[in-house]
């Protein structure tokens, strides 16, 4: 599979697939059922809508959307919506699941219960894809949504997680970068005794399909340039496609900083279940929705193949 380097390649990649279906969970969202909807009309999947049904058919109608292109499960109860649309992941009924109006804890409760066979690694784990002005690759940033403050194992999971997703995206070897404040080891700083035990997890064939790097700062992960100023040796200094980062504010931070900083092109998912998880923000765009549904397709088409 050829590389892909921009968010609108992902959508174009889905569109030459096989269609898969998406479960929306609690589906009586205005913004959920646009990028739905759109998604459809793409030709990218198919969507079966799990929630209110009165208020879905509403809401479509307002919007100037066809009910007709959809099936509708009605649950108006918003913990079973998302029970039923996990169980039809886990029946073989649709290939991603998708958050509408919902906690995100409500749904991961329903991707964790045992009863359905979703979840598949030890740690669930965010990866948000990015499409940066100026950078001839894509950034994936996690983990800034779901793991607060993980631990080294922690983190060796959630580097396996982006990695799959990186082989989804083309990159057949990338290199995942530990960022911290510093691009040295310190023993008062956890981040980057983590980055040293990683990187030794790697030479030792423990976290595999990567190189993993670091300590890095985030100048020297991802700017060639910087890292030379810096007299860093390391072959992959500013070379990064993963951006592994030490907990969860600190990816926040970075998360929000690209979107509303750098105006960047974005999609992400939860990764780690059976099948990929879109859980958007509210403040999330249509358009960011979307891309996000079609990483989630993209993503368990090549899982699906064992790629």
């Known amino acids: 599979m050829q590389k892909i380097t ?29 990028a739905v909807h759109k998604a459809v009309d793409y030709g990218l999947a198919n969507a079966i809508l799990v929630g209110d049904s009165d208020k879905i058919q509403e809401i479509l109608s307002e919007e100037g959307l066809s009910p007709q292109e959809f099936e509708i499960i009605h649950e108006p109860d918003k913990a079973e919506a998302c029970k039923r649309a996990a169980m039809l992941v886990s029946e073989g009924k649709a290939d991603i699941l998708m958050k509408g109006i919902v906690d995100t804890s409500v749904i991961l409760k329903a991707v964790l219960n045992k009863e359905y066979g979703l979840r598949k690694a030890a740690v669930l784990s965010h990866v948000a894809v990015f499409e940066v002005n100026g950078y001839d690759r894509l950034f994936l940033v996690t983990d800034a949504a779901m793991n607060i403050a993980p631990d080294v194992n922690a983190k060796k999971e959630i580097v396996q997680s982006a990695v799959s997703v990186a082989h989804s995206l083309g990159i057949e070897h990338p290199i995942a970068a530990c960022i911290c404040a510093v691009e040295k080891v310190n023993p008062k700083m956890q981040a980057t005794l983590d980055a040293q035990e990683l990187v030794e997890m790697n030479q030792k064939g423990e976290i595999t399909g990567c190189t993993v790097a670091g300590p890095f700062a985030l100048d020297n992960a991802v700017s060639v340039e910087a890292a030379k100023h810096k007299g860093i040796q390391d072959a992959s200094a500013g070379m ?25 092109e974005n999609a992400g998912i939860i990764i780690g ?35």
């Open 240 to 264: 990064a496609d993963i951006l592994l980062v030490p907990q969860i504010e600190a990816g926040n931070v970075l998360y929000k900083s690209l979107v509303f900083f750098a105006r960047a």
């Open 6 to 34: 921009s968010i609108s390649e992902i959508v174009e990649a889905v569109k030459g697939q096989s269609k898969k279906t998406i479960a929306v969970a609690a589906a009586q969202d205005a913004e959920v059922l646009k």
């Open 273 to 307: 279940a059976k099948a990929p998880v879109v859980v958007t923000s509210r403040a999330d765009s249509e358009q960011a929705k979307l891309n996000s549904i079609a990483l989630a397709l993209l993503t368990a088409s090549k899982e699906k193949k064992g790629e």
